[in-house]
């Protein structure tokens, strides 16, 4: 009985099965960091988009809810958005000529690959700019 346990017969499986199992789980975390950095570089250029449209319009309705959608099919990203501005009229949202408007977007997704464990992960993205517009 001692020889049967002390054997060292079939180990070699053992540690190939495991060291497959282990490679496995670190492709699927790296696709899974790549991704976020693509979302992340998404939701940049959708910032830095809806801040040109806000600071062009010299206000953070309209134009840039018309620019929104364009942005989410573009991207497949639909992102919630706060504008920060001190506005010249709070019912119309706009903003005086040379006025910050700053714009932060966030988005939730998960870490996907790992079965039924889902582990949330929120990316944000702020771009900020000035209106281009005078309001009289």
Request: aromatic share 12%.
């Amino acid at each position: 009985m001692k020889r049967i346990l002390c054997s060292r017969r079939g180990e070699g499986y053992v540690d190939i099965a495991v060291s497959v199992l282990a490679t496995m789980m670190l492709i699927v975390l790296a696709i899974n960091v790549f991704s976020f950095f693509v979302i992340k570089q998404d939701m940049d250029y959708f910032a830095k988009e809806m801040i040109d449209a806000a600071t062009v319009s010299g206000r953070t309705t309209g134009e840039t809810d018309i620019r929104y959608s364009e942005l989410s099919e573009e991207t497949g990203l639909h992102p919630s958005y706060n504008w920060i501005a001190d506005y010249y009229n709070a019912t119309d949202q706009t903003v005086q000529l040379s006025d910050q408007i700053k714009i932060t977007l966030s988005y939730r997704t998960y870490i996907k690959g790992f079965g039924v464990l889902k582990i949330p992960v929120t990316l944000k993205a702020s771009y900020s700019g000035l209106s281009q517009k005078y309001w009289k």
